[in-house]
């Protein structure tokens, strides 16, 4: 079997692939459209968030068994149309959910502490104690919504601080013994930090807009290190302004490509609420690295091969 290698990962992918018997071959630079060309020779391939897998590129990977992608969603994959096609998919949630967990345990405690204002502040020779007066993460309600690897691995970085976790998943009985499951209403009604944990889908997107905003009977603060789409800046800002919503820690954005890779741009004006978002002292912002750590690099591509491995065991290839 050969597989294509479509990004650049750590090299223990290619090297437990060949383990495993398979011919490896990489192309990291190729458009799309090339990639297309070739794609027939392939059964399987390794990519990251490089391109979008849509039906025409399905249609002109014939052999193709199966698509892992090297993070913790497929929405770059037309899922269905490759299901069809009995395409087997694969990702690796597994690999960077304690990392995501820890980052968003980061980004709240560092907000509240206002440790990035201090510590601007203390380089330019301020010295301003009361005005870096924290507050605590202790008595506090957090919400969780999406309830899987990463949400999880959030409630149990929570389990050693006074708080109450709840979260609401459109999947039943999930609840265990780091968080409780709710309905939407009582989410809305006792949170105090909601935290976003899940994929990007048409329920998803462009979930956290006015209207979802004013349903919380309480201000609060709000941490994304899911998928950008997930909220409406212009929204976020408005609820900012007014006090609706505290403070923000995002670790993705509205604005990203979809390959995660690239944001700035010369040719691409930054919306004015994103300007406002990198102006005030409320929002505290990372460049989509929730699950981005030396560690999480490993375990994804032990993921992978692990269950490219186990892919082959049970269809006999």
């Not at 409630?155 to 979260?167: N, Q, R, S």
């Not at 505290?284 to 490219?308: M, N, Q, R, Y």
Request: proline share 2%; hydrophobic share 40%; aromatic share 8%.
């Amino acid at each position: 079997m050969k597989v294509l290698l479509l990004d650049t990962n750590h090299p223990r992918i290619k090297n437990g692939l060949e383990k495993l018997g398979l011919i490896c071959e990489e192309d990291y630079s190729s458009v799309k459209e090339i990639i297309e060309e070739k794609i027939h020779l392939y059964d399987g391939i390794i990519i990251r968030s490089r391109f979008k897998i849509d039906k025409q590129f399905i249609d002109k990977a014939s052999n193709l068994k199966f698509i892992a992608r090297v993070g913790a969603g497929l929405e770059s994959i037309d899922i269905a149309y490759a299901e069809k096609k009995n395409i087997h998919l694969i990702a690796a949630p597994e690999g960077n959910r304690n990392a995501v967990g820890e980052h968003t345990l980061g980004m709240i405690l560092a907000l509240f502490n206002k440790l990035k204002k201090a510590d601007n502040e203390i380089r330019q020779g301020k010295w301003l104690r009361e005005d870096n007066r924290g507050i605590e993460l202790e008595g506090k309600t957090v919400g969780i919504i999406g309830y899987g690897n990463m949400g999880k691995a959030f409630a149990k970085k929570l389990k050693g601080f006074d708080v109450d976790v709840i979260f609401y998943d459109i999947k039943p009985n999930l609840g265990d013994e780091y968080a409780k499951q709710v309905s939407l209403d009582e989410l809305f009604a006792k949170t105090d930090v909601l935290s976003l944990h899940t994929p990007q889908t048409k329920l998803t997107n462009k979930m956290v807009n006015k209207n979802f905003i004013n349903k919380f009977k309480r201000s609060f603060y709000i941490i994304n290190t899911a998928r950008g789409s997930a909220i409406v800046t212009k929204d976020l800002v408005n609820a900012i302004k007014n006090n609706k919503i505290l403070g923000a820690c995002l670790d993705v954005l509205e604005y990203e490509k979809s390959s995660f890779e690239n944001f700035f741009s010369s040719e691409n004006k930054l919306p004015e609420a994103f300007q406002y978002l990198i102006n005030t002292d409320k929002v505290l912002l990372s460049p989509h690295v929730a699950g981005w750590t030396i560690e999480s690099k490993f375990k994804l591509a032990d993921t992978i091969v692990k269950k490219v491995e186990n892919f082959l065991i049970n269809t006999n290839q």
